[in-house]
T-cell receptor, first 112, second 112 residues
Framework: EPEVTQTPSHQVTQMGQEVILRCVPISNHLYFYWYRQILGQKVEFLVS????????KSEIFDDQFSVERPDGSNFTLKIRSTKLEDSAMYFCASSRILYEQYFGPGTRLTVT | GNSVTQMEGPVTLSEEAFLTINCTYTATGYPSLFWYVQYPGEGLQLLLK?????DKGSNKGFEATYRKETTSFHLEKGSVQVSDSAVYFCALSEAAGNKLTFGGGTRVLVKP
């Protein structure tokens, strides 16, 4: 069964550094998303991406964040200058035109 | 804006007990409703969904009915197993391709 994959599974970085989180969505999906879950808190929407552009973004998704689909398979989330409060589990998801979003296993980002 | 409220956990049960997790929502339109499950150390998996009022979603012995009059989507299972121990998230989406709005999650622990 096709699945969403994410790399790395765990990323440790120092405050102020740039990080890139990578995702490979399911191949015939059209919509792509990033969510994050700070430890012990709700899963929060960050951004959705469709037809090679951002379709919606949350208040969390400020100028420090960017997304890209550099080729036909990868979908990346970049944080330009990480802060301590960016420490969280980041989930990528993808969906077809239907309602179901399929999530990857997540990347745990630790900012020290 | 949209919101989802679900009962706080943890919920601790014995094997073969009946499980109910309450979920209510606030939305401006007619959302689709979902339950996601997160097993320890894993990502979010879609458990079941309902896209219109009075629909019943079901999977793996779990059921939930979309109740528009009470804006609820309670999750039930008649006889839980130890393997059902996980965190369960109720979520909604306003339309296909739109972001998911999650509840806070309910941790369920099933003891043998």
């Amino acid at each position: 069964e096709p699945e969403v994959t994410q790399t790395p599974s765990h990323q440790v970085t120092q405050m102020g550094q740039e990080v890139i989180l990578r995702c490979v969505p399911i191949s015939n999906h059209l919509y792509f998303y990033w969510y994050r879950q700070i430890l012990g808190q709700k899963v929060e929407f960050l951004v959705s991406f469709y037809n090679n552009e951002i379709s919606e973004k949350s208040e969390i998704f400020d100028d420090q964040f960017s997304v890209e689909r550099p080729d036909g398979s990868n979908f990346t989330l970049k944080i330009r200058s990480t802060k301590l409060e960016d420490s969280a589990m980041y989930f990528c998801a993808s969906s077809r035109i239907l309602y179901e979003q399929y999530f990857g296993p997540g990347t745990r980002l630790t900012v020290t | 804006g949209n919101s989802v409220t679900q009962m706080e956990g943890p919920v601790t049960l014995s094997e073969e007990a009946f499980l109910t997790i309450n979920c209510t929502y606030t939305a401006t339109g007619y959302p689709s409703l979902f339950w996601y499950v997160q097993y320890p150390g894993e990502g979010l998996q879609l458990l079941l969904k309902a896209t219109k009022a009075d629909d019943k979603g079901s999977n793996k012995g779990f059921e939930a009915t979309y109740r528009k009059e009470t804006t609820s989507f309670h999750l039930e299972k008649g006889s839980v197993q130890v393997s059902d121990s996980a965190v369960y998230f109720c979520a909604l989406s306003e339309a296909a391709g739109n972001k998911l709005t999650f509840g806070g999650g309910t941790r369920v622990l099933v003891k043998p």
